[in-house]
């Protein structure tokens, strides 16, 4: 039973008592009290959430812009065949290379962490040029009211529309007006509105909320 339903028996007992008037009227202000929090989505059983105010980019430009843990990264060290290639980011951020060993990588763009390995390769290398590019990404996560919730591989460009369509579309008892991310660094789920195409970032959690009518 909800926490809405015992609300409604206790004031249904209340006025079958003929209880004191004012029990019963802060029983009905408890009861809507709940039930606008409940509504606004203020806090669920998943955590707290609160709605995004801010724009959102419809371009999507940026929204993979910093390295996470997990990925996959493309290092060419132009001229040094045997330093270019392939490597994972650690849980804890790193990038380990030959010679220079773990280099922080997690929370830096491509650019930011291309340089600082130069930096690092200046010691071994005469003016070392070194490119990043990510070869894998983190997947992205889809759960709720999804017809096949679960992990999928991220890609450039995708939107909560193509996200949720990749795990299957929306089952029937889905809200189709929002969805709740939560946003990798984040503790709180963002409500974002189903009239924009919002961009999805790597490791996003998109959860699909059940409707209420």
């Not at 004191?20 to 709940?34: E, G, H, N, T």
């Not at 962490?113 to 200046?122: D, Q, V």
């Not at 005469?126 to 709720?144: M, N, R």
Request: charged share 20%; glycine share 10%; net charge negative.
């Amino acid at each position: 039973m909800s926490n809405l339903d015992s609300f409604s028996d206790i004031a249904s007992c209340s006025k079958t008592e003929s209880a004191d008037p004012m029990i019963v009227k802060y029983l009905r202000l408890a009861i809507v009290l709940l039930t606008t929090l409940q509504l606004a989505g203020c806090y669920t059983d998943y955590g707290p959430v609160e709605p995004e105010r801010a724009p959102v980019s419809l371009s999507g430009e940026g929204v993979a812009s910093l390295l996470q843990p997990g990925e996959k990264v493309r290092i060419t060290v132009y001229g040094e065949e045997a330093l270019t290639g392939e490597y994972d980011i650690s849980p804890s951020g790193y990038v380990t290379m030959p010679l220079i060993g773990a280099v922080k990588a997690a929370g830096r763009s491509q650019s930011e962490f291309a340089r600082g390995l130069e930096g690092k390769y200046r010691g071994f290398l005469q003016e070392p040029h070194i490119t990043v590019a990510v070869s894998q990404f983190k997947p992205f996560y889809v759960l709720g009211e999804a017809t096949t919730p679960g992990e999928y591989p991220f890609r450039s460009g995708l939107n909560v529309h193509t996200a949720v369509a990749m795990a299957g579309g929306f089952t029937y008892r889905a809200s189709k007006s929002y969805v709740l991310i939560r946003h990798v660094g984040d503790d709180v789920w963002k409500e974002y509105s189903l009239t924009e195409p919002v961009p999805i970032a790597p490791g996003d959690l998109i959860r699909v909320p059940e409707r209420y009518f």
